[in-house]
């Protein structure tokens, strides 16, 4: 029985390592235009790193329980959720190619235009109607373009110093 187990075990440890090869550099640059990092010297982008990181390690944990579903996907939409959720605290811009948009631009832009998310998936997966993709996803490449100036980026009211 143990035989069994560690033949599963060292099966599931090659696929997810085959996966991690051949997904892990397209993972990594949309994990580095989220945080909106510099990619160059070599290792300036470390939340990026730890972003996919921990996206991967969520992935591998649920690999037997994909039953079919795309690991990529997976990993992608973890990876979405994970900066979503850490966008509160998103550090000061640093040079990346997206700094002048904000996390949730970001997030849509690179899920709409760069992954190529249809609109729908990306409403579900954000939890936000379908039109505030579409105006977000709008108003970030008009961001891109020049044509429109950034959008101000608003302190929490605590940060402030104003409320409880």
């Not at 991690?20 to 550099?25: K, N, Q």
């Not at 997976?74 to 605290?89: C, D, G, K, S, V």
Request: overall charge positive; aromatic content about 4%; charged content about 25%.
């Amino acid at each position: 029985m143990r035989e069994r187990q560690t033949g599963l075990q060292r099966r599931r440890a090659q696929e997810f390592e085959a996966f991690v090869a051949g997904a892990a550099g397209r993972l990594l640059h949309t994990a580095t235009l989220l945080t909106a990092e510099p990619t160059q010297p070599p290792g300036a982008n470390e939340r990026a790193q730890r972003l996919l990181t921990a996206a991967l390690a969520r992935t591998y944990a649920a690999w037997d329980g994909l039953h079919g579903e795309d690991p990529y996907d997976r990993t992608r939409q973890e990876l979405a959720i994970r900066f979503a959720h850490e966008a509160w605290r998103h550090h000061r811009p640093r040079g990346g190619l997206l700094d002048p948009l904000t996390p949730r631009e970001r997030l849509v832009l690179v899920l709409r235009l760069y992954e190529g998310v249809a609109e729908e998936q990306t409403a579900a997966l954000l939890g936000l109607p379908v039109d505030r993709v579409r105006a977000l996803c709008n108003r970030s490449v008009a961001t891109m373009r020049g044509t429109r100036r950034p959008t101000a980026r608003r302190l929490p009211v605590r940060l402030l110093g104003v409320g409880p």
